[in-house]
């Protein structure tokens, strides 16, 4: 979760306003950052232009002045928010010790206490003087030429000292410096009594102030962070060194924030818990432990209806200007009601699939067993349900094994059809197969390298060399977003990509085409990279299943490295001809790359996701000892969760749904085969492209996947269609059923012609600016993505083809 939504949700809803503007400064950061880099571009321009060398000299002068702007057009913001924090607080502190006081009288007063050793309660307050030293100016607005905080240097130590927003000497309040309870808590104790209605009045009064306290401590706490992290923001972009100076000379020396002035709140709670424990029955752990139930209670009821009504207005607000997008309703005279266009065409789609799986089943009849045309209804109704997606895809995928056992569509190897019994354990054990473990250890092995940091040091130390030059950045963007497909899935590059260009597209020129074909550069290299490697998508791990033998890991990547880095050129020279990124904007900011050091975790998860993969590779042999890719896929599973560096969180977030999918496909294959269907299908097929060479009919099978790949799930064009290739190259007069296979599930990635086609191009789609306009438009993907469609084909069916021979499939 983000800092900004954790101090949103954290804070304490009425004293909203008196938090860190975190969301605000971040922003400011931002704008400094492009009016840099903007700045920059107008000096390169000028030195070009005019051709003197001493220019070089003038600018790293000029580069220091505009440092030192930024500087205090940040200082001034953070000089605003904390001057408006020193002065709630002091406020606050008043009003709470105030009422702490009465209290602590009230707890005296009552006729049956009797006091032990504590003297009057009185209090010495003083009003906290105007704090000084800041402006009521908006952000980014400040004249930063006659500032008298001007700074020359970046560096901590040359930052003149400037008036601190709390002085020095100036001692903290004296709340109540008479009373005993800042001097000798223990002597303050209150014995009460419980005698009814009072005492019950005085332990309520007590929850009511501890709660106080405990928030006015949060707030302090919460303030703190956020000083911290949007200075630490400030330096990372702007390569400045602000945050120790700023956090030693002003935050911690301002009042809030002070030890003394902590200390003195601590020791407060401390006094209302032992009281709270006098007003109950004396333990003093069981006070505090109900103390806090109630402190949690009232936060519980905060988040749930404050700031449930807050995200409510803010999703009304972000709502505004895309009604198009709003689904209309339709009336239904026959029930009365109204209900969304959606709704209504989806149950239509189930209506009309229902009667056509009905037809299939009862009706007509297509094959001369009744085991195949029980399963070609299956096959056509799961067919339908998928590319309507009337229901969600992986909820139809568990609708197979229950349609499979309960019509009894499968048969024995002797052509024997099976009870729902002996079809209920070939299912299952079907289910659970190796390819299941091969996706749960790919799993394993994208989340560590991805929770650790490993997958983005990576990308940034890549990127970080790329240069200012938008054509060579956009290529090595391209080039991280497919190698990182290869480990994390071409689900999850996606997203570290978009995050990681964050910092180009912030500081683009507005009429700059680059941040589109940026995004859409990700998006094709993603997609193209899920061919790279068995896991990097769910119809690689389809693939696998219909393969006999299994290609190994080194073969996989003999034939798919190439293409993925051939189809990668021609679409970056594709992207570089329709956008023209250079035009409107020569240079642009470099991304830096993390200096972190490197951690014993992380060199454990690379040892271990290193020997994972060259086992993969090696798999056939040591096939005698392990077995097969499965087994070798319960080593990153072991080590990683069995140490502690996964959590059953981490095995909770896997994608479930996708494992789901691939087991309802792998029994759906399962029937088909069992039934004779897909051996009759295939015989149709082989009729249809009787005489055709491997290469032909790769072709064939190529356009025809191509198409249907292209407006439904890639996952769900492999599980229909490569059961059916793997059949039909088995059935030719030359057999090559795993090239077949193989070739067909590299062009079900290749399919990109559209936003719905494959989850990099709905990531890309929905990727908006700070204005919440979107950088793409379903035309940028007929402009870009249909041709690389048919380029990524071409490679598959010549360069694809080639190796695949070559390797034996």
Known sequence: ?????????????????????????????YSIERDRVASHHASRTTEEATEHSALLGDGQEQDQQHSDIDNERFILALDRALERIVNFYSKKETELYDEMDTLMADMQNHESIPIAGSAPVTSNHHQHPPIAGTNDVEYGTTNNNNNPHHRRSRSSSDFPRRESLVMDDELPPNIISQNTADTDPEAALIMINNNGKDTTELKRHTVDVFVLLSELKSFVSLNATAFAKILKKYDKTTNNELKRYYTSNYVS???????????????????IERAYASLTEGDLDAAIDELKSHLRERIVWERNTVWRDMIGQERKIQSVGVGGNQHKTVHLRFLGQYIERQTAQQFLFLVVSLLVFGLLLFQIELFSSVEQNRCFAILVFASMLWATEVMPLFATAMLIPFLTVTLRVMRSPDLVRLTAPEATKQVFSAMFSSVIMLLLGGFAIAASLSKYGIAKSMATFVLSKAGTRPSRVLLVNMMVATVASMWISNVAAPVLCFSLIQPILRTLPVDSTFGSCLIMGIALASNLGGIASPISSPQNIIAIQNMNPPPSWAQWFIVAVPLCIVGTFLIWIWLLYNYHPEKHTPQIHTIRASHDPITGTQVFVLLITFTTIALWCLAHSFEEILGDMGVIALIPLVAFFGTGLLTKDDFNHFLWTVIMLAMGGIVLGKAVESSGLLHSIAIHIQNMVKGLSPFEVLSVFSLLVLFIATFISHTVAALIILPIVAEVGLEMADPHPRLLVMGT?????????LPVSGFPNMNAISQE????????????????????????????????YGMMTLVGF
């Open 1 to 29: 979760m983000k800092f900004s939504h954790q101090l949103q949700f954290n804070a304490v809803p009425d004293w909203a306003e008196y938090y860190v503007p975190y969301s605000n400064l971040k922003k400011l950061v």
């Open 745 to 753: 599930a590299f062009v079900c990635s290749a399919a990109m012609g």
């Open 769 to 800: 600016n700070e204005l919440g306009k979107p950088y793409l438009k379903t035309t940028d993907f007929l402009r870009n993505g249909v041709p690389a469609s048919f380029f990524c084909v071409i490679c598959i069916a010549t360069i694809g």
């Open 253 to 271: 020396k301002a009042y809030p924030f002070r030890t003394t002035t902590k200390q003195k709140l601590n020791a407060r709670i401390q006094l």
